[in-house]
């Protein structure tokens, strides 16, 4: 009888290197990148700012916003250090008419007669006669205000009387004023006539 041999497999035999040809050129494989290595990029000089570019812009537009309204801000203190007097009347609204203070002569104009503060309601609308002057003159102990009522018998608003001032109003012949309190309650109403008067508030 014959006994069967087990199945030994065979030692494993690494491959056999062939030798390379010394008279055949070493060929070198072509370069592949790496996706996980960062790519390299040369150094920035020293003087140059590595800021983000956001906070570069915002950098850029301070300074130059302080600059702006440090400039505008020397530009109207100038103004109004070289030229003190154009900046306050800037500031003042200028009246609607000019006015002059009462010259002396005008003691001895003739006093126009007081109307009862009710002839507002019926006086006649304004009509333009001859050129004259009225001048106006607080002898009360407080303020009070000037108005002349219009052609569609309205007030316009004059001037305005401390206690003792009075001021010299060019107007015309026919033309109505009006009195009034700080509050704007009428106290008397004087018509302009041909010649020059004074309209004495008591």
């Known amino acids: 009888m014959t006994e069967e041999l087990?199945?030994?497999p065979q030692a494993y035999?690494?491959?056999v290197s062939q030798p390379a040809d010394p008279y055949e050129p070493t060929v070198?494989?072509?370069y592949q990148p790496n996706p996980y290595q960062q790519p390299f990029y040369p150094a920035q000089p020293a003087f140059y700012p590595q800021l983000p570019k956001n906070r570069g812009r915002r950098v850029f537009l301070f300074v130059g916003g302080t600059v702006l309204v440090f400039v505008?801000?020397?530009?109207?203190a100038m103004t109004r250090d070289g030229d003190p007097e154009s900046?306050?009347?800037?500031?003042?609204?200028?009246?609607?008419?000019?006015?002059?203070?009462?010259p002396t002569p005008v003691a001895g104009w003739a006093e126009?007669?007081?109307?009862p503060p009710s002839a507002e309601a019926t006086a006649a609308d304004a009509t333009d006669g001859a050129a004259t002057s009225v001048a106006f003159v607080n002898t009360t102990?407080?303020?009070?205000?000037?108005?002349?009522?219009?052609?569609?018998?309205?007030?316009?608003h004059y001037q305005d009387l401390q206690p003792g001032q009075e001021y010299l109003q060019p107007t015309y012949t026919g033309h109505?004023?009006?009195?009034?309190?700080?509050?704007?309650?009428?106290?008397a109403l004087f018509e302009a006539t041909s010649g020059p008067g004074r309209a004495v508030i008591r």
């Open 141 to 156: 102990a407080g303020p009070v205000s000037v108005w002349w009522l219009d052609y569609d018998h309205k007030r316009v």
């Open 6 to 8: 087990p199945n030994v």
């Open 13 to 15: 035999q690494p491959p």
């Open 112 to 115: 126009l007669p007081p109307l």
């Open 28 to 30: 070198v494989p072509a």
């Open 72 to 76: 505008i801000s020397f530009a109207i």
């Open 176 to 187: 109505v004023w009006v009195v009034t309190t700080a509050d704007g309650t009428a106290t």
């Open 87 to 102: 900046a306050e009347s800037a500031a003042v609204p200028a009246p609607v008419v000019s006015v002059t203070l009462a």
